[in-house]
């Protein structure tokens, strides 16, 4: 909850920035905003050379008596792109894995690419549950028969999110490989899955994960609040 239309001036930036190193760096970059700015910052664009998406939506995908939501169908219409569903925080609040896939199902049908975050929390991680919780996230809120080629995964360690406290190189390798490999075993896809890693990524340890060829991509919360600090993350994981 970030942002207001001044702050185009912080997509701008990344959007000239990824205009002119296109070629340097390949990276696709998803600005995910408040519902409030995506069609102003969509229109404001001129020439896109990142994508905008929304933060969250509510699983009807019709007009209805849900004062306050917006659906899918808004977003879309709007010019969302992509949309983060299953976020720890909207988790917190009450948001089962049974919402969650409705939600998936709803923005699935108004063909928006998903990033769907899964995550374990601190207590879960002590206990040793993590493999246990990623799976029952996972299997809790997609089916086989949706469209999963537009589904990317966000692992979020809960226990990470704005904390400067990161998973250690060998534990995030096997998390990652354990949500490739689980998902294609139980969707029975051709391919695996793209994962990206969030949880308190900056400039500074972004480096440390370049060496984790499992890793398709970041999501990152705070450093995306400023237009330098999300552009030194780019440059420093290239270096």
Not at 131 to 159: C, D, H, M, T
Request: glycine content about 8%.
């Amino acid at each position: 909850m970030f942002g207001d239309f001044g702050s185009f001036k912080i997509v701008d930036k990344i959007n000239k920035f990824s205009s002119k190193k296109k070629h340097q760096f390949n990276s696709k970059i998803v600005l995910c905003i408040p519902n409030t700015l995506i069609y102003f910052f969509n229109n404001k664009l001129k020439s896109k050379h990142i994508s905008l998406g929304a933060q969250n939506c509510h699983h009807h995908q019709n007009s209805g008596p849900f004062t306050g939501s917006v659906n899918s169908s808004m977003l879309k219409e709007a010019g969302a792109n992509f949309i983060i569903l299953g976020h720890s925080e909207n988790r917190r609040e009450g948001e089962t894995n049974i919402l969650i896939g409705k939600k998936i199902k709803s923005a699935l049908n108004k063909k928006l690419n998903i990033i769907f975050c899964i995550g374990e929390t601190s207590k879960e991680k002590k206990q040793g549950k993590t493999f246990s919780i990623l799976r029952k996230q996972i299997r809790g809120s997609l089916e086989k028969k949706l469209n999963l080629n537009k589904i990317i995964i966000a692992y979020e360690p809960v226990w990470s999110i704005g904390t400067n406290k990161i998973p250690k190189i060998k534990d995030l390798k096997n998390s990652i490989r354990f949500i490739k490999n689980d998902f294609k075993k139980s969707f029975n896809t051709k391919t695996y899955p793209k994962v990206l890693y969030g949880g308190s990524v900056n400039s500074k340890n972004i480096s440390q994960f370049s060496s984790i060829n499992e890793i398709d991509g970041f999501l990152v919360g705070g450093a995306s609040q400023s237009y330098k600090k999300f552009i030194d993350i780019i440059k420093n994981y290239y270096k």
